[in-house]
């Protein structure tokens, strides 16, 4: 089982959203945490709503350090920060696989009930179709190189 660390810079939304669905998705080949470079200390109403509104359990998570995984032996670390946005995207520095995901942060949306949800479901499809086609990637036969070219690959493509 290959163990995945997805992070963004405050782990409230968008790493929970990976985390989760990776989780639910991936079977007995994958494990999902997340964490963030710096955790804003809870995680976003938002995204547990948006976890229930598709059918995922919302209990059990929360915004924590990458700090907390330095024993976890990570094999792929995945960051969803936008750097297009001018976010600062957090670099996880251990050996490990690396992918760069980037989607907006929704949770710094303003407006009405319906937008904002419409952002986190747009934020949480594009997570479950990139997720998706990571799963359909043979991982356990795939060199460093190969999975981490596939995996940047997926994050370069736009939804």
Same mark, same amino acid.
């Given at each position: 089982?290959?163990?995945?660390?997805?992070?963004?810079?405050? !782990?409230?939304?968008?790493?929970?959203?990976?985390? /989760?669905?990776?989780?639910?998705?991936?079977?007995?080949?994958?494990?999902?945490?997340? /964490?963030?470079?710096?955790?804003?200390?809870?995680?976003?109403?938002?995204?547990?709503?948006?976890?229930?509104?598709?059918?995922?359990?919302?209990?059990?998570?929360?915004?924590?350090? =990458?700090?907390?995984?330095?024993?976890?032996?990570?094999?792929? /670390?995945?960051?969803? $920060?936008?750097? /297009?946005?001018?976010?600062? $995207?957090?670099?996880?520095?251990?050996?490990?696989?690396?992918?760069? =995901?980037?989607?907006?942060?929704?949770?710094?949306?303003?407006?009405?009930?319906?937008?904002?949800?419409?952002?986190?479901?747009?934020?949480?499809?594009?997570?479950?179709?990139?997720?998706?086609?990571?799963?359909?990637?043979?991982?356990?036969?795939?060199?460093?190189?190969?999975?981490?070219?596939?995996? !940047?690959?997926?994050?370069?493509?736009?939804?």
């Amino acid at each position: 089982m290959l163990k995945v660390l997805v992070l963004c810079t405050g !782990n409230s939304c968008r790493s929970i959203l990976g985390e /989760a669905l990776i989780n639910q998705l991936g079977g007995n080949r994958f494990q999902a945490f997340s /964490a963030g470079s710096h955790p804003v200390g809870k995680v976003n109403a938002h995204a547990l709503a948006t976890l229930k509104r598709h059918g995922i359990p919302a209990d059990g998570y929360s915004s924590q350090s =990458w700090d907390e995984f330095d024993e976890h032996n990570i094999d792929i /670390a995945i960051t969803v $920060c936008d750097n /297009a946005a001018g976010e600062t $995207c957090p670099a996880y520095l251990k050996d490990v696989i690396r992918a760069h =995901w980037g989607l907006p942060d929704p949770a710094h949306l303003a407006g009405s009930a319906e937008v904002i949800e419409a952002a986190f479901d747009e934020t949480y499809s594009a997570l479950e179709k990139r997720i998706r086609q990571m799963l359909a990637l043979p991982v356990e036969t795939m060199s460093r190189l190969e999975l981490t070219k596939a995996l !940047n690959n997926i994050g370069a493509e736009t939804f």
